[in-house]
């Protein structure tokens, strides 16, 4: 019984938030076409929107269709987790993540870009915010990845300095997107984003103030992603996983499931 009615509150809660998406979305169509009819309104919000636009295309391209851009506030990120999820209408604080640029402190001198997806000098991690990162989760990960061909010293993942974030992936702090960023970099998505229910979470959208809600494409494949091949292994106490072959425009994203522990 318990089981069922556990099951029935996950269908609401599901239920209630496609409405919550549906209603935002009605609205975000509303203003456009209210812009578009206000030739002064256009020009004022035009820097504004262009990200939007921009991101919107990409993902609409690639047949993502499921996703909600919502502005927030200037301070922003002075409220709590709590306070951002209420103004998001987030189903839960574990659905807020964020994209962090890392770089591989102790990579070969011959690895200098993101040429190699094993092995790669960058990569971009999404995370929740209240997850505790994993570093030497990632650095056992690559390190299998490689089929071990590359001593384990060679990968020391730290966050990359904010100048090396903003000329990589082309936005500034806080507003970091995996989406159309300005380089061809990894992606690794921590795998318990994947299991999230109701199966969406946000994310920056590009800009400080805007932010971008998008469903969740999981190791077998599910969502508005498609997947080539996946894997799953048991590494350093974490599930670990591998997706690839998304083409978001100039970004190739390879996503990485990586459940941190």
Known sequence: MEAEVAELERVQTSI?????????????????VFTSLTPSSRNVNCGGNDTEARLSAILKSNGVNDFVFKRVPSNYYDWSLD?????????????????????????PSNVIDCSNRNNSKYYVVVVQYNARFNAETVKNYLYALNDGKIAKKKFNMRLAPEETSVQLTGYEHNAVTCIGMKTDIPVILDEAIARLSPDFFWLGGGEVDLKLEIRAAGPRGYGDFAFLSSYAMENSGGQVGICCGIKLEDLYCIWMFIYFL
């Open 83 to 107: 306070a951002r999820r209420d103004v998001l209408c987030a189903a839960s604080v574990d659905h807020l993540c964020k994209s962090i640029v890392l770089v591989n402190t102790q990579a």
């Open 16 to 32: 209630l938030h496609r409405i919550s998406m549906l209603e935002r979305s009605l609205l975000h169509k509303n203003d456009s």
